[in-house]
């Protein structure tokens, strides 16, 4: 049985990326991420016709899995038994601030479901580009929850192996060039995994309302669209502490990937915090699972 609060204290490898948030975001215990992950991403019994449809995207939330792990289930249920080579791994840092964009230059990132290869490759490409405010940055990644909160989702739902590239974006990302740049590396089986959740801290029903209308403005790929719900929720309620999402940069650069790539979406689930029994309905989080796809030829 593997436990990752026992290993963590054994000598560091250098080249791995540890787990941060085991233990305090989903179980550390291999069986028991196991068996939760087995209940999350169970069959619901509906109909979901994705077999039409080739997913290239996903959005899913970052919450602990108690609090947002059945809406994240949707989307990767939706990519069981799809192969993938490449996942790029993008989401707003939340941890450690810094300018620009963040790769990490670690050859693996554990989780207590076993390791996962970082494409070094593809990482190194980035680095190189003309776009000079990308580097590597393995500080920023050390007590970053938000993409690690993806993986297990991933190792369960995918069965093949795959490598990752993990991007975090920092302040003054240029992110129409960065768009761009993915776009030139993404293949026919690339993933993209966003990480993502909605609006911060209104009541329930006015999380109800923002994020309705957030998600509209991702699933028709509207960037002004969702510029214009932030400007909205700002002057409605005079608090900067009220955000439509929380990995905006993120959202946007996959937007721009869809639009230039003919992508479409689909909203797959939606519930906030204050779905939950025990919630404080006075300031929720939302979560929703959506997916990006092209039609299939023929």
């Known amino acids: 049985m593997f436990c990752f609060g026992i290993t963590k204290h054994a000598a560091m490898n250098p080249n791995i990326r540890y787990p941060a948030v085991a233990e305090t975001h989903y179980p550390s215990e291999t069986e028991a991420l196991e068996e939760l992950l087995s209940q999350l991403l169970a069959s619901d019994g509906k109909e979901h016709p994705h077999n039409g449809k080739q997913i290239r995207a996903v959005l899913a939330p970052h919450a602990s899995y108690d609090m947002s792990g059945k809406v994240a289930a949707e989307a990767y249920r939706a990519l069981k038994g799809k192969s993938f080579h490449t996942i790029f791994l993008l ?129 028709s790929l509207d960037i002004d669209k969702l510029d214009a719900c932030q400007k909205t929720l700002r002057e409605k309620t005079e608090s900067a502490s009220i955000n439509i999402f929380c990995s905006p940069d993120a959202v946007k650069i996959l937007l721009m990937i869809a639009k230039e790539l003919g992508w479409k979406a689909e909203r797959l689930s939606y519930l906030n915090s204050g779905h939950l029994p025990d919630d404080d309905k006075s300031g929720v989080v939302g979560y929703s699972s959506i997916i990006f796809y092209e039609e299939k030829n023929g």
Request: with cysteine; charged share 15%.
């Open 91 to 219: 989401g707003n840092t939340h941890a450690f601030f810094f300018d620009g964009i963040a790769t990490d230059s670690r050859h693996e990132w554990l989780t207590p479901l076993g390791s996962v290869p970082v494409n070094i490759k593809l990482i190194k490409q980035l680095c190189s580009s003309e776009e000079k405010n990308i580097r590597m940055l393995d500080i920023a990644h050390d007590v970053e929850h938000v993409l690690e909160l993806q993986l297990p989702f991933l190792q369960t739902s995918i069965d093949n192996p795959f490598s990752i590239v993990p991007i975090l974006l920092g302040a003054n990302a240029n992110i129409g060039q960065f768009s761009d740049l993915l776009c030139t590396l993404l293949q026919p089986d690339s993933l993209v995994v966003v990480s993502s959740d909605l609006s911060h801290y209104p009541t329930y029903h006015q999380a109800m309302q923002i994020d309705t209308e957030t998600i509209d403005a991702i699933v």
